[in-house]
T-cell receptor, first 116, second 112 residues
Framework: AQSVSQHNHHVILSEAASLELGCNYSYGGTVNLFWYVQYPGQHLQLLLKYFSEDPLVKGIKGFEAEFIKSKFSFNLRKPSVQWSDTAEYFCAVNAYSGAGSYQLTFGKGTKLSVIP | SQTIHQWPATLVQPVGSPLSLECTVEGTSNPNLYWYRQAAGRGLQLLFYSVGIGQISSEVPQNLSASRPQDRQFILSSKKLLLSDSGFYLC???????????FGDGTRLSIL
């Protein structure tokens, strides 16, 4: 079964600092990759997705992620964070499980706190 | 546009009481539907998923069950709640298992 590791439980940054959140997965087959964000008091929202196209994926609100197949990684980046980026971020891996089905596995999440 | 509704938003129940949480999706047909439990620091745990009416797959053995009486309705139930059933429950849907999932606002369940 696949697993997803998010290395940082809690990241604290000052506004304008650069962000990189790590995500590694263990699965050797076909995968689709997602980053979700959960702002305080809100539901989970899709931030960006990777579907076998350009390994550098652009998402909403200036976020991007790079899929490095050889490293089984899909790290999330933003060059300059804002206070409004304070949220919990979840990496998710959708792995092909056969017969046209995929199984989605989430990482444990990384809380980002941005200090004004 | 598609929307997903979960209710209630919060629920406080005594141990041993029954449970029914409801999730409905609008604006799409034959969605895949999912129930998750989200625990702080532990991410999302898939409980059940359904690819069609009456078709339920259980991922984790537990005190809960799920049903899909209509195409866009997914219900999470229990006959007798345990203290360990406390948590935050999320419903989600997508149009195919390889597609991103879209989440409801969740239900905070507290068992006393």
């Amino acid at each position: 079964a696949q697993s997803v590791s998010q290395h940082n439980h809690h990241v604290i940054l000052s506004e304008a600092a650069s962000l990189e959140l790590g995500c590694n997965y263990s699965y050797g087959g076909t995968v689709n990759l997602f980053w979700y964000v959960q702002y305080p008091g809100q539901h989970l929202q899709l931030l960006l997705k990777y579907f076998s196209e350009d390994p550098l994926v652009k998402g909403i609100k200036g976020f991007e992620a790079e899929f490095i197949k050889s490293k089984f990684s899909f790290n999330l980046r933003k060059p300059s964070v804002q206070w409004s980026d304070t949220a919990e971020y979840f990496c998710a891996v959708n792995a092909y499980s056969g017969a046209g089905s995929y199984q989605l596995t989430f990482g444990k999440g990384t809380k980002l706190s941005v200090i004004p | 546009s598609q929307t997903i509704h979960q209710w209630p938003a919060t629920l406080v129940q005594p141990v041993g009481s029954p449970l029914s949480l409801e999730c409905t999706v609008e604006g799409t047909s034959n969605p895949n539907l999912y129930w998750y439990r989200q625990a702080a620091g532990r991410g999302l745990q898939l409980l059940f998923y359904s690819v069609g009416i009456g078709q339920i797959s259980s991922e984790v053995p537990q005190n809960l069950s799920a049903s899909r009486p209509q195409d866009r309705q997914f219900i999470l139930s229990s006959k007798k709640l345990l203290l360990s059933d406390s948590g935050f429950y999320l419903c989600a849907w997508n149009t195919g298992s390889n597609q991103p999932q879209h989440f409801g606002d969740g239900t905070r369940l507290s068992i006393l």
